[in-house]
């Protein structure tokens, strides 16, 4: 398994702001994702961040909005740039463990944009 | 039609009883099926996770895969109040340019009183 940190555990910001989000893991991986979990829904894939490569961001999500940073193995930021209310969510990254295909979770940031 | 169907429930149990959860899928590339449970304010966590069609068992859990059927099932035996919480299926393909990109279904609500 992998054990994944993230910073701030919450925030509350102010519209038009941004906030950078951090992920830590306890070891090095490949792959890593962003997800975000609005209230009382599941999770929607943000982007994939892979170490040396720009991120890949899925349908419905821009890198002036999101942009995100991969400088290692280990750890990578999500911006949530521009903030509105709409962005109030729960911002999850993930990891993909190189050998066994499981995915592990960090405990998420949870934003509340006023 | 969202590629991965799942009743969000809620689901109410007595103590001790054997809970059934379920989600079907459209997408034939998914190869990779997991359980997560995500307790409130918690990022998911790992349960259970399979490749291709048939059982695992994890001590009171067992997850089931019939790829011919597009279904998964995930039983939990002799539950438990520490049970409660929101149960996701996930799933992913084999490679290609979403690699690694897990689709969620909704999340069923699982209660488990004493």
């Known amino acids: 398994s992998a054990v994944i940190s993230q910073k701030p555990s919450r925030d509350i910001c102010q519209r038009g702001t941004s906030l950078t989000i951090q992920c830590q893991v306890d070891?090095?991986?490949?792959?890593m994702f962003w997800y975000r979990q609005q209230p009382g829904q599941s999770l929607t894939l943000i982007a994939t961040?892979?170490?040396?490569?720009?991120?890949?961001?899925e349908s419905g999500f821009v890198i002036d909005k999101f942009p995100i940073s991969r400088p290692n193995l280990t750890f990578s930021t999500l911006t949530v740039s521009n903030m509105s209310p709409e962005d109030s969510s729960i911002y999850l990254c993930?990891?993909?463990?190189?050998?066994?295909?499981?995915?592990?979770f960090g405990p998420g940031t949870r934003l509340t944009v006023l | 039609q969202k590629e991965v169907e799942q009743d969000p429930g809620p689901l109410s149990v007595p103590e001790g009883a054997i809970v059934s959860l379920n989600c079907t899928y459209s997408?034939?590339?998914?190869?990779?099926f997991m359980w997560y449970r995500q307790y409130s304010r918690k990022g998911p966590e790992l349960l259970m996770y399979?490749?291709?069609?048939g059982n695992k068992e994890d001590g009171r859990f067992t997850a089931q895969v019939d790829k011919s059927s597009k279904y998964i099932s995930l039983f939990i035996r002799d539950s438990q109040p520490s049970d409660s919480a929101t149960y996701l299926c996930?799933?992913?393909?084999?490679?290609?340019?979403?690699?690694?990109?897990?689709?969620f279904g909704q999340g069923t609500i699982l209660t488990v009183h004493p």
């Open positions: 996930a799933m992913k393909d084999a490679g290609g340019t979403s690699y690694g990109k897990l689709t």
């Open positions: 997408n034939s590339a998914f190869q990779y």
């Open positions: 070891s090095q991986v490949t792959m």
């Open positions: 961040a892979n170490q040396g490569s720009e991120a890949t961001y």
């Open positions: 399979t490749y291709s069609s």
């Open positions: 993930s990891v993909d463990t190189d050998a066994y295909n499981e995915q592990f």
